[in-house]
């Protein structure tokens, strides 16, 4: 048997309908916020990624399935949406349509990790970025609409970890601190972060190791480093979120994995996701279109991980019933009525309803035990006698109740 490939997960109908439960909450809740859907290809040219999302972090250096095509050149399935987002804005030259850009996007994304449980291979992310504004209130915007999200899926509990991480010269200052510091520690340090000092020293303080939290633990904090333009800025956009009434936690030590983050960055963590407690988080990203060649445009956005939140439904216990209702069963007693059977089963499908029929001839017994498992609402019988007298039987399933009916009749017949 071939099984499908590590990391990645099959979703069979039964998983369907909370699947589709939270992408209308996504398409939903956007549109009030005035966010449109954007959609871009499953790959790139792998200097989208590597260009932007930075040369020293994991994702660029040890996550990509990056491969050469028949053509010679490198393409790289998306490890996230940003950089390809920001590629298709440049390439379409959509900011000159509008100042501002609000867009979404849902889909899958691929990075080569070791999967457990809410870690996968092939992965689903909603996202939202709101481009062209350097002003807290896209920020705060940004937060609040990834918040409502999160709320309208019904999910109450969740923390929200704020920080700033500066302009590029705050980041400067304390990343030289923060290399002092490091080096001053590097034999308490594990291996991963000790590699990790020259060349990306803020991912230290991501670190989950017991052994990297202890020694880390009177590390330098880049709030201490802030400039009065940044911190007014940080300081408007926690004032703007907070005049909305959400709760907010601010982070010192939260920086983020990505290479062009500036100013405010934020994450969600859910205790209901054990060693993998992160659901989503973003931040601002003021570079990211000189990077990729295009104009400078301020923006800030943000990444939900949709099975991470599906995990969360589930340990909520959340069910979400069958993705299909069936309304009707069209049953026949013998292949001699299928004709008419198939007929009408069609016209009612024509008529708006959703309708099954037995495609394997079985007898009425099997057909209306298959009515029962489907759980059709009512189950139309035509047999010998109803065939000759142009008739059908109607039996309304949850109440037990037959009737019959004309076979002109039955199509704006009330299936209530
Ligand atoms: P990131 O793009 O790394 O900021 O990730 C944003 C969110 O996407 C995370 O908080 C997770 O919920 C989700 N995510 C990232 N990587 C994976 C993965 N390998 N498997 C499942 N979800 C992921």
Redesign the pocket.
């Known amino acids: 048997m071939i099984q499908c490939v590590k990391g990645t997960k099959d979703l069979l109908p039964d998983s369907i309908s909370a699947w589709q439960f939270v992408e209308n909450v996504f398409k939903t809740v956007s549109s009030r916020y005035g966010y449109e859907e954007m959609r871009t290809p499953i790959f790139e040219k792998t200097e989208v990624f590597s260009r932007s999302i930075g040369e020293a972090t994991d994702?660029v250096n040890k996550e990509m399935y990056t491969f050469e095509d028949r053509g010679g050149d490198s393409i790289t399935l998306r490890p996230?949406m940003t950089a390809a987002l920001v590629r298709s804005v440049i390439q379409h030259s959509l900011m000159n349509s509008s100042p501002t850009q609000r867009l979404w996007y849902f889909g899958p994304?691929f990075?080569y990790?070791r999967p457990q449980k809410?870690?996968?291979?092939q992965?689903h992310?909603f996202g939202a970025e709101c481009l062209g504004s350097p002003n807290p209130e896209s920020d705060a915007e940004i937060i609040l609409l990834a918040s409502d999200i999160i709320r309208s899926a019904g999910i109450g509990e969740i923390k929200l970890l704020i920080n700033s991480l500066g302009n590029t010269a705050v980041r400067a200052a304390y990343r030289e601190e923060l290399v002092g510091f490091l080096r001053s520690k590097q034999n308490e340090l594990t291996e991963e972060s000790r590699n990790r000092m020259d060349i990306n020293p803020l991912r230290a303080l991501d670190s989950k190791a017991p052994q990297d939290i202890a020694a880390l633990e009177n590390a330098p904090v880049i709030t201490d480093f802030l400039d009065s333009e940044s911190r007014d800025h940080f300081d408007a956009v926690k004032g703007l979120i907070r005049n909305c009434g959400a709760e907010i936690v601010v982070q010192p030590r939260l920086v983020?994995?990505?290479d062009y983050y500036s100013h405010t960055v934020f994450?969600f963590q859910s205790s209901a996701l054990g060693a993998?407690d992160?659901?989503?988080?973003?931040g601002r990203y003021n570079t990211l279109f000189t990077q990729l060649g295009g104009k400078e445009t301020p923006a800030v956005g943000f990444?939900?991980?949709v099975?991470?939140l599906l995990l969360i439904l589930e340990n909520l216990g959340r069910s979400f019933g069958k993705s299909v209702s069936t309304d009707i069963f069209v049953a026949y007693a013998s292949t001699a009525e299928f004709d008419e059977a198939f007929n009408l089963c069609n016209q009612l499908r024509q008529k708006g309803h959703s309708v099954t029929i037995d495609l394997l001839r079985r007898s009425l017994k099997s057909q209306f035990k298959e009515a029962n498992r489907i759980g059709a609402r009512y189950t139309l019988v035509i047999g010998e006698e109803e065939m000759k007298n142009r008739t059908v039987q109607v039996k309304n399933m949850t109440r037990s109740e037959q009737s019959e009916r004309s076979m002109e009749t039955i199509l704006d017949f009330e299936f209530d």
């Not at 809410?118 to 291979?121: I, N, S, T, V």
């Not at 992160?278 to 973003?282: A, I, N, V």
């Open positions: 994702i996230e994304f990075r990790e809410g870690r996968l291979r992965f992310q983020r994995g990505l994450e993998q992160s659901l989503g988080g973003g990444a939900l991980g099975e991470r």
